[in-house]
Each structure stands twice: as structure tokens, then as C-alpha cells.
């Protein structure tokens, strides 16, 4: 099992990405699905949840701005990000609760978002 995340890019203030997630091998089922991101020398920290049925949660510093979804047929997870601001820039990483062999958590490769002002 695996998470190849993309969509990751330097855009300006004031546009939008949109990050895609896809899990792929033997999976049975996914549950709970997120992004997080990661500025280098500080900590990670989480962006925003989707459960499995479809419930959303979001940091303070995104809400109004981004936007999680997910396509349970294609094992995908989306982020969109819509008035991006210069203090977005990190590096973003999926993580997926994946019903396996084993219920694990997997985290994809991360993705560069530059932001520039």
C-alpha cells in the first residue's frame, strides 16, 4: 500500500492549488483521510480531516480558504486551496487510516507548495 501525493507548485498570493492523494495495492477499505504540512525546523501540523463519511475538519489558519474532499471510488483525497497566502508555503503531506492486512497509517511523499508575495 502505498500514497503518491501531487498538485504541489509556487503559485502567488491570492490563487489557488488544488493537491490530489491517491492510494494504491491491496486495500480494502479506507478510513479516516487528512492533510498536514510541514515547514522546515517547525513541526508538523495538521491542515484538515475528512472522515469516511464525508465529515470535515479544519485548522483555524485554513478554514474559509481550503477545502478537503475525497473520492472513494478512486482511494483519492483532495485538498483545494483558494487565496493562498505566503505563510501556505511547506511541504504537504496526505495520511490515510488504510484498511489493509492491518489498519495502518500510511503518509504520502509530501509536496512542495511555495507561495510567493
Known amino acids: 500500500v502505498q500514497l503518491q501525493a501531487s498538485g504541489g507548485g509556487l503559485v502567488q498570493a491570492g490563487g489557488s492549488l488544488r493537491l490530489s492523494c491517491a492510494a494504491s495495492?491491496?486495500?480494502?477499505?479506507?478510513?479516516?483521510m487528512a492533510w498536514y504540512r510541514q515547514v522546515p525546523g517547525l513541526q508538523r501540523e495538521l491542515v484538515a480531516t475528512?472522515?469516511?463519511?464525508?465529515?470535515?475538519n479544519y485548522a483555524d489558519s485554513v478554514k474559509g480558504r481550503f477545502s478537503i474532499s475525497r473520492d472513494t471510488a478512486k482511494n483519492t483525497v483532495y485538498l483545494q486551496m483558494n487565496s493562498l497566502k505566503p505563510e501556505d508555503t511547506a511541504v504537504y503531506y496526505c495520511?490515510?487510516?488504510?484498511?489493509?492486512?492491518?489498519?495502518?497509517?500510511?503518509w504520502g511523499q509530501g509536496t512542495l507548495v511555495t507561495v510567493s508575495s
Open positions: 495520511k490515510a487510516v488504510i484498511v489493509a492486512v492491518s489498519i495502518s497509517d500510511f
Open positions: 495495492g491491496r486495500i480494502f477499505g479506507i478510513k479516516d
Open positions: 475528512i472522515t469516511a463519511g464525508g465529515l470535515t
